[in-house]
């Protein structure tokens, strides 16, 4: 057993701040002190993590939170003098899973032997092991052998039947764990996962779509990000539902966006439309936000084929167009079907709100850094005269510049 002395406890949460921005907050002060840390409403709480390291594991133990488990967890506070609430607060009172944490720690250890470069998940009691693979758009996971107790206590590997596993989501949510050997230093990494992977219970989820979305919901804390080495997992499509027809939630909002991008230095990089499409399905699982797909039809500057991709500008164009989406449908109505899709629950109303809000949406000006909205320039039926511009250093050109090449484009 590692000394007491040698265990080092802390404990985030991910809460929603500015414009419903899901961040990890380190919480550690109060979990210990077990005193109510303030959040500004009860829907700001995403998720909370226990990391526990010793001297041969670090172990992650994360809970998911629907907004209505949210609601259930986070107390309203009022102080009051005689008859009169004075102040009145929203607090979570953390509380730190000790016993899970050390016994997370110790099926680490008990996996030491059989951990290579693989993943070790257990899923309903069942042991499998997952390999990850790199694809265009980001990693993936492919199932490649299970796991089976031996008499001496050890494990014995055999191959996978088949390509994946699929279950059931249980009425208490999904509990899935993942072992690791850390790449950067000499520890093993234990990940412990409590939630619904933005799915109602009795759906149909795979292994690998929930490992990797499981995974995802600790991407956006650094102490798992950099032991683990692991980046931010595509997720496959999901599963059909167990029964029923598909409601008006199931496919997607799709609509184009007029885009003009540029390279870091202003260079005219491509121009067109890109479709983007509104997942109704699924939320964006590191975010707790819509999840947006973008799809790239735009026509390219042969200058720069080659050279320059489309991934390069894929995260800022999501957020520019989910800003847009904000702006024009009103944040709170795009937080309300947020939810509703992670509850399976989006309605025809709403789908119609969001093709109204999405069309004739205006042009985005961009390089991989940044975008900029530009509103429709008049008619003014006489053509521009084109002039010839000396190419100079990205640091000495405005933005007017670079937007004016863009334009050029």
């Given at each position: 057993m590692t000394p007491t002395s040698r265990i080092k406890e802390e404990f985030y949460l991910r809460r929603a701040v500015g414009d419903d921005v899901p961040l990890f907050v380190d919480a550690t002060r109060y979990a210990r002190?077990?005193?109510?840390?303030?959040?500004?409403?009860?829907?700001?709480?995403?998720?909370?993590?226990?990391?526990r390291t010793d001297d041969e594991v670090v172990a992650f133990?994360?809970?998911?939170?629907?907004?209505?488990?949210?609601?259930?967890?986070?107390?309203?506070?009022?102080?009051?003098?005689?008859?009169t609430t004075v102040t009145r607060s929203t607090v979570l009172r953390p509380r730190m899973p000790r016993a899970t944490l050390r016994e997370l720690a110790e099926a680490a250890r008990a996996f030491s032997a059989?951990?290579?470069?693989?993943?070790?998940?257990?899923?309903?009691?069942?042991?499998?092991?997952?390999?990850?693979?790199?694809?265009?758009?980001?990693?993936?996971?492919?199932?490649?052998?299970?796991?089976?107790?031996?008499?001496?206590?050890?494990?014995?590997?055999?191959a996978a039947a088949d390509t994946d596993a699929e279950f059931k989501i249980p009425t208490s949510g999904v509990r899935l764990r993942v072992f690791l050997?850390?790449?950067?230093?000499?520890?093993?990494?234990?990940?412990?996962?409590?939630?619904?992977?933005?799915?109602?219970?009795?759906?149909?989820?795979?292994?690998?779509?929930?490992?990797?979305?499981?995974?995802?919901?600790a991407h956006e804390l650094a102490a798992f990000r950099l032991l683990s080495g692991l980046g931010r997992f595509e997720t496959p499509p999901a599963p059909g539902h167990v029964a029923g027809e598909p409601g008006p939630s199931s496919g997607g909002v799709a609509f184009p966006v007029p885009v003009r991008l540029a390279t870091g230095d202003g260079t005219p990089a491509?121009?067109?439309?890109?479709?983007?499409?509104?997942?109704?399905?699924?939320?964006?699982?590191?975010t707790g936000g819509l999840l947006i797909h973008l799809r790239d039809e735009l026509t390219w500057n042969p200058a720069v084929v080659g050279s320059v991709r489309f991934e390069s500008y894929r995260q800022?164009?999501?957020?520019?167009?989910?800003?847009?989406?904000?702006?024009?449908?009103?944040?709170?109505?795009?937080?309300?079907?947020?939810?509703?899709?992670m509850l399976g629950d989006v309605d025809r109303v709403a789908v119609a709100g969001l093709r109204a809000a999405t069309a004739g949406l205006p042009v985005l000006e961009g390089t991989p850094e940044r975008v900029e909205v530009r509103p429709p320039q008049p008619e003014t039926g006489r053509p521009e005269t084109a002039r010839p511009e000396a190419v100079r250093p990205a640091s000495s050109r405005t933005d007017a510049e670079i937007a004016g090449a863009l334009r050029k484009l």
């Open positions: 002190d077990r005193t109510p840390y303030p959040l500004s409403a009860k829907r700001a709480l995403k998720a909370t993590c226990a990391v133990s994360l809970r998911d939170y629907t907004a209505r488990q949210a609601e259930r967890e986070v107390e309203q506070v009022e102080n009051t003098v005689g008859t059989v951990l290579g470069d693989e993943l070790i998940v257990e899923l309903e009691g069942d042991l499998y092991v997952l390999a990850v693979t790199d694809g265009r758009d980001g990693a993936g996971l492919d199932l490649v052998g299970r796991l089976a107790g031996t008499v001496g206590g050890g494990h014995a590997r055999t050997r850390s790449p950067v230093r000499r520890r093993l990494v234990a990940y412990a996962f409590s939630g619904y992977l933005a799915r109602r219970p009795g759906e149909l989820e795979t292994l690998t779509r929930a490992t990797a979305l499981a995974l995802n919901s491509a121009r067109g439309d890109v479709v983007a499409e509104i997942d109704l399905d699924r939320l964006d699982p590191v800022v164009l999501r957020e520019a167009i989910g800003g847009l989406i904000d702006a024009s449908f009103g944040a709170g109505a795009v937080r309300d079907i947020a939810y509703d899709i």
